[in-house]
């Protein structure tokens, strides 16, 4: 079957423009994470969405930052008003509950100019 | 403070031998998971292994296996007879799940370079 899937895989963008990642989760997995992961840094969690629970939004860094699902399946993760810090690989990963192992897409990597 | 915590940043090792790559965690829930994960240089992640904080024997995968130490809150990953395609980062995880901060947290990996 088919695997967590991220579009787009690369995105640049000017400093001050709003983007939107998206996230394909795998089918049936309920539970659907965003995390963060600089240059030759580990992982950074953002939020996590688990079924029909409101989402943990504990790890985005700011307010430009957001991100929705659509009851199981696709979501998105928007950056509003870029800045350069925000350059960074955008990780999604799927899994069947939480507790379960997550199985993650290829990334986005996000360059801001 | 930490939650999870990767001691070695790095590590040479030569084809064939065995590694371990140690992990320690930090928490008051009694249940929890913990997992480690394989990142090669292009970049995706491969779940390796899974260890609940209930299961009693250690978890193995293949060459993969978990030393699970509870009472000393350690989790390191033993990779046997070590091949070239190791090489990669390895990052070890916890989820708590019953933490009012309710997420999945990584150490800062440990990139592993296998020797021929």
């Known amino acids: 079957g088919a695997g967590v899937s991220q579009s787009p895989s690369n995105k640049v963008t000017e400093k001050g423009k709003d983007v939107e990642l998206r996230c394909d989760p795998i089918?049936?997995?309920?539970?659907l994470y965003w995390y963060r992961q600089r240059l030759g840094q580990g992982l950074e969690f953002l939020i996590y969405f688990q079924g029909n629970s409101a989402p943990d939004k504990s790890g985005l860094p700011s307010d430009r930052f957001s991100a929705e699902r659509t009851g199981e399946s696709v979501s998105t993760l928007t950056i509003q008003r870029t800045q350069q810090e925000d350059s960074a690989v955008y990780l999604c990963a799927s899994s069947l509950e939480l507790l379960y192992e997550q199985y993650f897409g290829p990334g986005t990597r996000l360059t801001v100019t | 403070a930490q939650k999870i915590t990767q001691t070695q940043p790095g590590m040479f090792v030569q084809e064939k031998e065995a590694v371990t790559l140690d992990c320690t965690y930090d928490?008051?829930?009694?249940?929890?998971?913990l997992f480690w994960y394989k990142q090669p240089s292009s970049g995706e992640m491969i779940f390796l292994i899974y260890?609940?904080?209930?299961?009693?024997q250690n978890a193995t995968e293949g060459r993969y296996s978990l030393n699970f130490q509870k009472a000393r809150k350690s989790a390191n990953l033993v990779i046997s007879a070590s091949q070239l395609g190791d090489s990669a980062m390895y990052f070890c995880a916890m989820r708590e799940r019953y933490s009012s901060a309710s997420k999945i947290i990584f150490g800062s990996g440990t990139r592993l370079s296998i020797r021929p």
């Open positions: 928490t008051s829930d009694q249940s929890y998971g």
């Open positions: 260890q609940g904080s209930y299961d009693e």
């Open positions: 089918s049936g997995h309920t539970a």
